[in-house]
Every structure is written in C-alpha cells, then in structure tokens.
C-alpha cells in the first residue's frame, strides 16, 4: 500500500450525522494523495459505526479507530491520530468542520517550495445558523500574502492571535522530533500545542488561501467546550493553559513574546469571562476572581496601555475586588456605546469612579477622559439603566423599580423630568405598549424610576410572529427623548411568575408571559404556552411551520424582503441613474453643490454659490449632505441626502456638477452637464496615479479611476504647481485646467488687503461666538489626517499635551484645535476656555481669518493661511513616516516651509514661546511661498467662475 503524502486526522465524538461531511472534504481534496484517519472519543451514538462505514467504503484511504473511553476533550484523540499517521505531513480536521477542497494541495506546495516545518492558511467562521451562512475571516491581516518566517519572534501576531492547530499542515517528522503532543484532560489543548509548534519550528510558512472551514452553531442546544463560559472549570482551564504557554516561552528564552500574549489576554481571553459577571452569581464570581488575579499577577503593567479602555478597567477593578463598579464596567464591555457609570470628574479630568484615584496606575486606567461623555450630548449613547426590584401578583400586574446613570449630574435637579415603561416587539415594524412611570427623581448621582403595569390587561401581542419583548424606559429631560434599556443586573427575575396574556391569535397559540433576560443582561419577555391546550397548539403551529406550504411561504416573504432590501442598494440605484433618470430631460439653471462628500456647507462650493446669490443669478440651488440631520446649511436651497433617490436624480438632471472632491464614482456625467471640480487644496502629498497604492491597482481598476476623473470638465486650480502635481496625478487634459485660484480663498485675500490698508486685524462676529478673550492671541491648530497602510483614518489624538499647552500659554493664547473633517477631538474638561475644539465648525475660512497664528503639519491648508501673511508653525513629528513611507511628497517641506519645522513638544512649545519672532524671521519665506504656491489667488475667483459659467453665456 502506498505512502500518503498527508494524513488528516479527523476527531468525532457524538457526531455521527456531520461525520461523513467532514471525511469526503478529505476525500474529495484536489490533492489526493490524503488518507484518513477517523478517531472516534468513545461516543455513545454511531459515531465510529459511521467511521468503519467510511472505511469500508473507501479502503486503503480511511482508517478508523476507537479509544476505550471517553477522554472529555480533543488532545486524546488526536495524540492517537498522530501515533498511527503514515503521511509525510499531518493535519487535523473536527468532525462538524470541512477543508476547503484545495487546502491540501496549497499547502502542501507551499511546504515544499520553502522547505517549512509548518504552514498554516486562512481559516473561516461559518455560521452555519445564519439565515445566509455568514462567513467571517478568521485574522486576515496575518494572511493577506505569501511569507515565510525564520522565527516566531519575526511576527508575534501569529502566536498571540492564530492559536488553531486545524488551519495548519505540519512535517510529521517535525512533529516527532519534537515530540510535540496536545495536552489531554484540559480544554484549550490548541493554544498550548500551536505555542510549542511556533516555538520548536525552524520555519513557518503563511499563504493567502482559505484552507479550513470552522463551522459556528450559536443556536445549538449544546454549546461547544470553548463557548461554554458561564462554567467555572472553562476559565480555569484558559487560565492554566495560559500558564503552560507563558512557561513554555520563558524556557526558551523568549521572554518578549509574552507581552504581546498578556495583551491579548486583557483584550480578548479574559474579555470573554467578563463579559458574563452581571449574570452570574456570586459563587462564580468568586472563584472567578481568585483565578483571574493569581493570573493577573503575573501580567506585564504596560499591557494595560495597549487595551481598550473598558478591558482595562475591568482588569483594574477585579484586582482591586471592586464589584460595586466592576460590574457596570462589565455590563458596558458587553453593550458598546451604553454608558453604565454616573462618572467622577477631579482636576479637570473625567474617570471611571472616585474610587482609587490615589493610585497612580488606578488614575491612569480609570481616566476615561477620552471617550468623550463630557461632550457628548446625552441623546447620542445609551444611559445604563439598571432594575432595583421587581414584583408581580401572580397574575398579570409588575411593579419594576429601577434606576438611570446621570453622568456628571449633566441631568440638573431642576430639570422638567416625565417618563414611561414601554413593552416593545423585538421584530421591527411590530406594536408597543406603554405605560406612564408612577415616579421619576433624582437621588444621588442617578434618576430612581418606578413603574407599574398591567400586563394581562393592556399587552395584546400576536401571538407567533412577536413572541420576545423588550423593556424600555423613555425619558422626557427639558425637551429631549432618552431611550434605555432595562438591565437585570443581580435581580432574580427567572423564579418570578409567569402572568397572563391574550394574544390576539387567541389564547391557543400562548396563555402566558415570561420575564427573561437577553444574551446583553436586558430585561424581556417571552410568550409561553402552559395550558395543555396552547402546549398541544403550540406544537401544531411548529410541526406546520416545518411543512412545505410552511417553507413555501417563508421563501415568498424572504423574497419580499430581498426585492425591498435590493431596491435601496447601490447596485439598484447606479441601475436607476443610467436607466431611468438619465433619460429625464437635463433641467436649465438647476446647480447640485456638494463639500466634502456632503459632510460640510463650506469651501469653495460655498463661496461660489454665495457669489451667485449676491449677484442675484437665477438658478436653482441643490445641496447634498451627508448623515441623518443636516446642520449648517441655507434655508434657501433644496436639501438631498447623499446616495438618496432625490440626490440621483437631481445629479441626472443638472446643469452645472460643483463640489471640492468628488460626486459617486459609478454615476456616469451627462454630455448636458458641465463638473466644475474646485478641488480643496494645493499637494504636498502625492495625488492620484502618483500614489503608491493606485499604482498597484490592476490595469481595470486605474482604467475605472481614470473615468471617474475625465468627468471633470473644469478643475480649478491656484498655481503652476498644482499643474504640475495635481493635474499630472489626475492625468487632466491641460484645457481642463481653470486659472482662477480657489473662491474659498477670495475672503482670506481680502482680509490681508483690509489689514494692509488699515494697519488693525478685525476678528469679526465668530471671536466673540467662541467666547474668545479679546487680549489674547488665537492660535489655529489644524492637522491632517493620519491613515495606516491599508488607508484607514487613524483615531485622532493631539500629538502634544494640550493640558499642558494651557498651563503654560493659556493667559496669553487661545488655542483652537480644528482636526480633519474624517477625525474628531476630545477635549479634557481642564482646558476649558483655554484651548477649543472648533471641527464642528462646517467652513475652515473664517477661522483662518481670525487666526493671529497657524500650527499645522502637512495640511493643505498651509497653502490657504500663507495668503494671510502671518506666522505658521509646521509641527513635523512623523515627517520621516508620511513622507516616506506612506504616500511621499512632491517637495520637501523642511526647505520651503515659510516657518519653523519643529519635530518634539519642548520644541513646539518653544516656537509658540517665540511666534512674534518667527513672524518676522520668515516673513520673505512667506513672500516666496505665496508666489509659488498661490499665484492665481488675487481674491475675485468666485466672480471669475460666476462670470464665466452664470452671467456670459455657455457653460462649456
């Protein structure tokens, strides 16, 4: 018999129907020198009947083995597997999971083109329970090319994040040699076993293809042993596998690695548990904490720092046995956005609670300054709302008792305060039931509710199509709406009665109404049939919903909702525009404006359309805007929401396309209309077929970027260098180039003409808007945005200490932070008054204006603030990275800047220190700057472009 090249042991215990699924994606491998080696766990079903079936079936290819007894996990019998392997490589596959059918021959390649003890592949979430069978990629950063790595030390990710040993192919010899073995009588035998295969290789090989398919039941009555977290022994067994590793990596010397597993451990292994602490009772979280904090012990302090906020802080509090906020941290781990904490603020910064602020690690973790709470108005994130007690009369009356955040007390005592309890259907579009609260006030730092409802006599649910509702309390605060749900916190609420109900679909179909509790901790109810009769018709409902008129049904709704759901998407609507409202007659006079794909009434499309209204042009004014309320803009134009039906058709039926960067991609421009493209700014970065990235697309996707471009029939620009850079990047044909300088610019040009001609700066109506103190110099700092190396924006954060800034300069300066319009800023309360965030603010131009001073990096809007004449500070600190490594620059800033390039804080600091100097230093710099940069800028811009396209005839 001859040799297989690999040997895929397949494990099963009481999984006799997904068995034979499993075998033939083995068997089926376009590879197909594979033999199987099914090892059954002494399963109590047909399990290894199944297997010599196989076997028979499919001689000298699979093999099947029993252990004696059940060994409660999957080292035991993959040990067994590896034993009786003949192949020259081995893998291992679980009997409800599948390889993809070229896994083998993939992988296989790969280990011998680069002669690896290892290679491991892509594997695939299926949830196989979905209604779609979504898929999810399991770590695919670490698999988005072809590498191959001398160590594990060279990608640590690897070891911290791809614990799996079933997406892998390894040398059996490699295996033997090294005597590597899957712990038995513990759970979470792969991270051990993947650790001491990373550590003993002598190379690792990655490739880019989906190998395996891990599938993922979430509805299953029997939860898989990783899933099953609200048992005690689960945690204990991560924990002491946890330990095996941290082990086995010191014996090695390899001491580094386990930083990056502490982190990970913070972040995800015991995010998992913690998540569960409301829920669980006290015994549980006893033990829990006792294991977690003689692991926890052992954890790296500079870990902490590289978590998310909330992973922190739970960490913190457990080890301090803090329940009381512990657990609201938890909750608010478990439910994203909802803030479960009334907040503490000392010395200007906002944390977590009061407690343990005299710890100086206990400050740091706790500060939660950056989220933002102190903010954010109330109505933009869920208020923890937690129940206090809860009572029926066995019958069909509650009495609830709860009570509601109030963060900072940003509720006031004298607030207008009203309130109601509201029963809604989980399904969308379905009823509700409200009832008034019989007692609403503030105690403390949170709002006690309190809330009686006739349940048996007011909710008339359905019956089948409704049978979960949710609990909601709605609060009236001076004005605004506030929804929250209702957590169950450490109230019992499953030994409570099950109360009367009528369904609409009579009492047949269910008698009785549950209280229960959601997967997030959440208050619901739950219909429930506990008469024999509605039992008996409650079955007879399930045994018809099987049936093929059942299904038949099912599949009509499941196609109506596809039709609704398809005709808002993309594909439709891009169908509609070139279909339908393409062939609609182009409408004269009819202008659509666009900023910054909707998101701002600004820029040089705000200065062109207010130009036209000065001059009383006849036209009809569209504005796009972005988001669900629009803000900002006129009162005297028509507003569309982006990608909407109405912004289509108007885009088809416009005379004049004007916006700064670019209408949808896909949506063709009609002969009819002329694109005025005003673009937002001079390049110091490399644009367009410049840039790295776009020079590695395929010959079809610059082809399709390239058409997105020629829809320009105008592009404006300010200076022979935007002729050279942008225009070049875009490849614009040269009489597509519009000489007028930029109409966003025109009111910059004439504040320097009025400061010359007057000798005084005049500050204007937004000075004192902000609140600006007349004596103090204002200083602009405005950044670009910064993007990793898949292009996704970074997460803001000012790269100096704007505490300290206002310590230092805050009796003589005003500083305004204005980040990019894809960033936001989140301002410590203790720099109020002395430093502002002022991105909310839709146009940059009139705080350019009455800025006595710019800071910025490598913005666009240096080439802006130059026409102004006043000093810049150009805060460089990443330069080497952006210039070099992401997208490269057309010139280098540090020789033409027209101020000081500083790279440190104390530098900056130092610079501001001296800005009256650097005015006069760089003021030639300044003079040069403008002229190449800014040769076209002479302030009439916007009436050039009026006069060319809206007052003297044709638009071509």
């Given at each position: ?17 997904r ?6 994606s083995?068997?089926g491998?376009t590879?197909?020198?594979?033999e199987?080696l ?27 083995f ?13 040990n ?20 993809e ?10 280990a ?42 060279e ?8 614990t799996l ?7 059996r ?30 190379r ?16 299953a009555?029997?939860?898989s ?11 204990e ?6 330990r ?5 990596l ?6 580094d ?9 913070l ?33 790296a302090?500079d ?8 992973q ?25 956005g ?14 977590w609670?009061?407690?343990?602020l ?27 709302n ?13 009495r ?23 029963l809604?259907?989980?399904r ?5 039931f409200?009832?008034p ?6 105690d ?20 089948v ?5 949710d ?9 605004e709406?506030?929804?929250?749900r209702?957590?169950?916190g ?7 009665h ?9 009492r047949?179909?269910?008698?009785r109404i ?11 109810y739950?219909?429930?049939?506990e008469?024999r ?10 045994h ?50 666009e ?10 499309p705000k ?37 909407s039906?109405p912004y289509?058709?108007a ?8 916006d ?9 421009k009609?002969e ?12 110091l ?6 840039e ?15 058409r ?8 404006l ?5 935007d002729?050279e ?5 875009f ?9 007028t ?8 040009v ?23 103190d ?15 190396a898949?292009?996704t ?9 704007v ?11 005003t ?28 146009d ?61 804080e104390?530098e ?15 003021a ?14 002479q ?6 472009i ?11």
């Amino acid at each position: 018999m001859p040799v297989p090249d690999v040997s895929v042991v397949v494990i099963v215990y009481n999984d006799a129907g997904r068995l034979p699924t499993a075998v033939q994606s083995v068997l089926g491998q376009t590879y197909q020198s594979v033999e199987v080696l099914i090892v059954d766990d002494c399963s109590k079903d047909r399990s290894f009947q199944v297997a010599k079936e196989l076997e028979a079936a499919h001689p000298g290819r699979v093999r099947a083995f029993q252990l004696p007894e059940n060994s409660g996990g999957c080292g035991a019998p993959r040990n067994y597997g590896i034993s009786e392997a003949r192949g020259t490589y081995v893998m291992f596959l679980d009997s409800d999971d599948v390889l993809e059918k070229n896994a083998c021959r993939n992988m296989i390649a790969a280990a011998e083109r680069t002669d690896a003890d290892l290679v491991s592949g892509m594997c695939v979430r299926v949830y196989v329970d979905s209604r779609h069978a979504k898929t999810v990629e399991w770590y695919p950063w670490l698999y988005s090319r072809s590498r191959t790595i001398e160590s594990i030390t060279e990608l640590p990710d690897l070891l911290v994040f791809d614990t799996l040993s079933t997406n892998k192919c390894y040398r059996r010899s490699f295996v033997l040699e090294h005597n590597l073995q899957f712990p038995v009588g513990i759970h979470y035998e792969d991270l051990l076993f993947s650790a001491q295969a990373y550590v003993a290789a002598g190379r690792i090989a990655l490739i880019p293809n989906h190998v395996y398919f891990w599938n993922i039941s979430e509805k299953a009555s029997t939860k898989s042993i990783s899933n099953r977290r609200h048992e005690i022994a689960n945690f204990e067994h991560r924990v002491e596998i946890h330990r095996r590793v941290d082990e086995l990596l010191q014996a090695n010397g390899y001491e580094d690695l386990k930083f990056h597993k502490d982190v990970k451990f913070l972040k995800h292994d015991l995010v998992l548990h913690l998540r569960d602490l409301p829920l669980v009772d006290h015994e549980y979280r006893r033990e829990f904490r006792d294991l977690a904090n003689a692991y926890l012990a052992a954890v790296a302090p500079d870990a902490y720092d590289e978590v998310q906020p909330f992973q922190a802080i739970c960490a913190y509090l457990l080890r301090r046995n803090d329940w009381a906020n512990l657990l609201p941290a938890a909750q608010a781990l478990a439910s994203p956005g909802k803030l479960t904490s009334s907040l503490v603020e000392r010395d200007g910064r906002i944390y977590w609670c009061a407690e343990h602020l005299d710890d100086p690690e206990g400050a740091r973790i706790l500060d939660v300054t950056g989220l933002g709470y102190h903010t954010r108005p109330l109505t933009s994130f869920p208020l923890g709302n937690r129940l206090t007690s809860y009572l029926d009369n066995g019958v069909g009356k509650v009495r609830l008792s709860g009570s509601v955040v109030n963060p900072l007390g940003r509720v006031t005592a004298d607030a207008k305060l009203a309130g109601t309890l509201e029963l809604r259907a989980r399904r969308t579009s379905l009823q509700s039931f409200r009832f008034p609260l019989t007692s609403l006030a503030h105690d403390g730092d949170v709002l006690r509710w309190t809330a009686e409802a006739n349940i048996a006599g007011t909710l008339r649910p359905l019956g089948v199509i409704d049978a979960v509702w949710d609990v909601w309390v709605i609060l009236e605060v001076d004005g605004e709406t506030l929804r929250t749900r209702v957590a169950v916190g450490s109230i019992d609420v499953d030994s409570a009665h099950a109360l009367q109900v009528r369904p609409r679909l009579s009492r047949l179909v269910a008698d009785r109404i549950k209280p229960s509790v959601s997967k997030k901790g959440n208050l619901s109810y739950v219909l429930a049939a506990e008469s024999r009769l509605s039992a008996r018709t409650q079955n007879l409902i399930q045994h018809a919903l099987q049936s093929k008129a059942a299904d038949l049904t099912k599949t009509s709704l499941r196609k109506v909702r596809k039709a609704k759901k398809d005709l808002h998407s993309g594909r439709t609507k891009i169908r509609v525009y070139h279909e339908a409202f393409s062939k609609l007659p182009v409408k004269k006079g009819l202008v659509v404006f666009e900023s910054h794909l909707g998101k701002q009434y600004s820029d040089s499309p705000k200065a062109i359309y207010e130009e036209m209204r000065r001059q009383g042009v006849q036209f009809e004014a569209v504005w796009s805007y972005a988001g669900n309320q629009p803000t900002g803009f006129p009162d005297d134009v028509t507003l569309v929401k982006r990608w909407s039906y109405p912004y289509l058709r108007a885009l088809a039926q416009a005379e004049f396309w004007i916006d700064n960067q670019g209408f949808p991609l896909k949506l063709t421009k009609r002969e009819e209309t002329t694109y005025i493209q005003t673009w937002h700014g001079s390049a110091l970065k490399r644009m367009g077929f410049h840039e790295p990235r776009l020079k590695l697309r395929s010959r079809a996707g610059q082809d399709n970027f390239q058409r997105t471009l020629d829809r320009f029939d105008h592009f404006l620009i300010r200076s022979e260098h935007d002729a050279e850079t942008l225009a070049k990047g875009f490849r614009l044909r040269p009489e597509v180039l519009t000489r007028t300088g930029y109409p966003r610019n025109d009111k910059l040009v004439a504040a320097r003409k009025r400061e010359a001609e007057t000798g005084s700066r005049e500050r204007g109506a937004l000075a004192a808007e902000l609140g600006i103190d007349e004596a103090k110099t204002v200083l602009l700092y405005a950044p670009t945005f910064r993007a990793n190396a898949q292009g996704t924006v970074k997460r803001f954060e000012p790269p100096f200490d704007v505490e300290d800034f206002a310590w230092r300069f805050g009796d003589r300066y005003t500083l305004l932070i204005r980040s990019h319009y894809l960033n936001q800023v989140v301002l410590p309360p203790s720099v109020q008054g002395r430093v502002l965030d002022v991105t909310g603010l839709h146009d940059i131009t009139p705080l350019l204006a009455l800025a006595d001073g710019l800071i910025t990096d490598y913005s666009s809007v240096m080439f802006d603030y130059s026409l102004l004449d006043r000093p810049m500070i150009f805060f460089a600190y990443d330069y080497e990275e952006y210039a070099n490594e992401t997208r490269g620059t057309y010139f280098d800033l540090r020789e033409k800047a027209p101020g000081p390039v500083v790279t440190t804080e104390s530098e900056l600091f130092a610079a501001v220190d001296e800005l009256k100097a650097t005015d006069t230093e760089y003021a030639e710099a300044r003079r040069r700057f403008v002229a190449g940069f800014g040769e076209y800028d002479q302030g009439d811009a916007a009436q050039q472009i009026v006069a060319k396209f809206f007052t003297s005839g044709s638009g071509k």
